[in-house]
DNA sequence: ACAATAACGATAATCATTATCACTTTAAGG
DNA sequence: CCTTAAAGTGATAATGATTATCGTTATTGT
């Protein structure tokens, strides 16, 4: 994989997002850096930083997918209300790949814990 | 929610099908009985009645939104080759809820566990 | 049977994502 | 340091899944 200063700004912004951030919302955060840098760009770059395990990532409620740049096991939560991912430390559960392959034999590269429910903020919302 | 002999066809295609569908492939199925239904009608009824609790949405790889008629506990792993969605027994994982509200105080209403990897069928295939 | 309304079929519209292609940047070798 | 091949880019068209619209039809309570 060669350099690219689009690629190397994509990156940056992932990193320093704690929000779980869909293709378009990167795509306005790196434009006031690189105002000419295409979509395109953006997505062809976000594949292919998943592809190699450098990112990861994540689908979950509506349609539009969403990046992680936290490589570490770890689950997420995601809300019926405002649809925000928070995450969910690993240690909720142990490690299921050696269950799953002692329980079926098929063997897990990867897996996701979703969790959806109403966070903290929509429910104080609810209440007023 | 009123009576329509199309929902009525779509939920019994869907319980007597193992291979959590797309739209698509329950939209082929309906067509042989019903051979004037619209896709919009499909789409319309897996929503209403995912919405009503009656089956199960799920949403892994490959874009397409799949349904799934069984709303017993249980999760699915999904072959990277092939796309298949097989269930995984809800015993390999202890009750994930109270850990999680335990650790983070988050209330899920529900959760998936998505498990990656390649399956069976794909991974004879490979050696040959 | 009748009226109110939910559901339907057809299809246009939307939205996210991918493909295409001419042009530019990167990186390796002479 | 110049050349060149390959990878990357920007612009945009194309695709594919899903939703919205709207005139028509089926269901249901009275």
């Known amino acids: 994989m060669k350099y690219s200063k689009q690629r190397e700004l994509i990156l940056k912004t992932l990193q320093q997002n704690m929000i779980h951030p869909t293709v378009d919302h990167i795509y306005e955060l790196v ?3 690189l105002p000419n840098i295409s979509l395109a760009t953006v997505y ?3 594949n292919s930083l998943a592809e190699t395990g450098v990112i990861r990532r994540i689908q979950g409620l509506d349609n539009a997918v969403r990046f ?3 490589m570490c096991n ?4 995601i809300c019926t209300k ?8 690993q240690d909720i559960a142990p490690d299921l790949s050696d ?7 098929l063997t897990a590269e990867t897996y996701d814990i979703t969790f959806k429910g109403v966070c903290h903020e929509c429910q104080k919302k609810k209440q007023n």
């Open 31 to 33: 434009k006031k850096e």
């Open 44 to 46: 062809r770059n976000l």
């Open 68 to 70: 992680d740049h936290n």
């Open 74 to 77: 770890h689950y997420h939560f």
């Open 82 to 89: 405002c649809n925000k991912v928070y995450d969910v430390p």
């Open 99 to 105: 269950n799953l392959s002692a329980e079926t034999g």
